[in-house]
């Protein structure tokens, strides 16, 4: 099978492909963090399923296998450093008030967290990951980059520090924010609406 040819109607493919793309373009965006490099990215990934179509065995959804393939594009254009803007400051946002509600002074949770539907079975449903994504657009931009660089594209530490110009404490603490503000978000507005365990 191969891809469409530019006087060909679009396929079925092609077509889920396309409705993936805007999807697909706030991810590498947020890594990339120049447009017209993420749009390369995204475009490279799809053009990959395309050429190749056979390859794609239906085991994962298509978005799962296309964002595969984008995860070592966007790898791949951060060790050859293309990328044109340079990683901001400081957060203008403040966790203290997170930690206080979650946590008391001697470092212990102030309510133990409810039990959690079967992880396996959740992280397979699609409204999963659109919440997860929401969750991370919440995030400060900068919060949110490096968590999924760790992450979802399992870069080290020390390459995540030398791409980013920061110090290794630092990155950590900007993991343990995210991660904080993500646990949160995932509680009030995905696990807090699953059945309880029986």
């Not at 077509?15 to 993420?38: G, K, N, V």
């Not at 001697?106 to 992880?119: I, K, L, N, V």
């Not at 999963?128 to 995030?139: A, D, G, T």
Request: charged share 25%; hydrophobic share 40%.
């Amino acid at each position: 099978m191969k891809p469409d040819s530019p006087s060909a109607p679009p396929t079925e493919l092609t077509l889920e492909l396309e409705s993936l793309r805007p999807a697909l373009l706030r991810f590498a965006l947020l890594q990339l963090r120049d447009q017209a490099q993420a749009e390369d990215v995204v475009q490279d990934a799809l053009i990959a399923v395309l050429e190749k179509p056979d390859n794609f065995a239906g085991q994962s959804s298509l978005r799962t296998y296309v964002t595969a393939i984008m995860k070592y594009k966007i790898i791949d254009a951060l060790r050859a450093g293309q990328r044109t803007r340079q990683f901001e400051g400081h957060d203008e946002q403040s966790d203290d008030d997170l930690i206080d509600a979650l946590f008391t002074a001697d470092g212990h949770a102030r309510e133990t967290p409810q039990a959690w539907s079967d992880p396996v079975a959740t992280v397979q449903e699609q409204d999963f990951f659109r919440v997860l994504e929401i969750c991370l657009e919440k995030l400060p931009a900068k919060t949110a980059r490096i968590f999924m660089m760790r992450e979802w594209l399992e870069l080290e530490t020390e390459e995540i520090c030398k791409e980013l110009g920061i110090s290794s404490s630092n990155a950590w603490v900007m993991l343990y924010r995210a991660r904080l503000h993500l646990r949160a978000c995932l509680d009030l507005n995905w696990f807090g609406h699953q059945p309880a365990p029986r």
